[in-house]
């Protein structure tokens, strides 16, 4: 079993910046794929950017040369750097672990319980 637990969300101005971090349960196997994904109110969840276990990366075209995913293995640990916020970037940020298939895709078997991120104009 994987838990994982993000958090760094937070309220911004349009044009800043957060960071956010997800930490993954002790003693699980560290070398997932994993992703971020958001959910806005009334909206689906949609995957923002993933992680393969080579460090290969992938992004939403919404947030490409803005977002930055990366993972730090020795401590459990995935991030999220978001720059040049937007108010339409403003949702509910979920991280994930172990896809059915690799990618953007919400099939994955572990995740968290969100982080909300709001951006004001």
């Known amino acids: 079993q994987v838990s994982l637990a993000e958090s760094g969300g937070g309220s911004v101005e349009a044009g800043g910046s957060l960071r956010l971090t997800c930490t993954r349960s002790?003693?699980?196997?560290?070398?997932?794929?994993m992703a971020w994904f958001r959910q806005a109110p009334g909206k689906e969840r949609e995957g923002v950017a993933a992680?393969?276990?080579?460090?290969?990366?992938d992004y939403a075209d919404s947030v490409k040369g803005r977002f930055t995913i990366s993972k730090d293995n020795a401590k459990n640990t995935l991030y999220l750097q978001m720059n040049s916020l937007k108010p339409e970037d403003t949702a509910m940020y979920y991280c994930?672990?172990?896809?059915?298939?690799?990618?953007?895709?919400?099939?994955?078997?572990?995740w968290g319980q969100g982080t909300q991120v709001t951006v004001s104009s």
């Open positions: 002790p003693y699980s196997y560290n070398n997932y794929p």
């Open positions: 992680i393969a276990s080579d460090g290969s990366t």
């Open positions: 994930a672990a172990d896809p059915v298939d690799y990618g953007l895709a919400p099939g994955y078997n572990y």
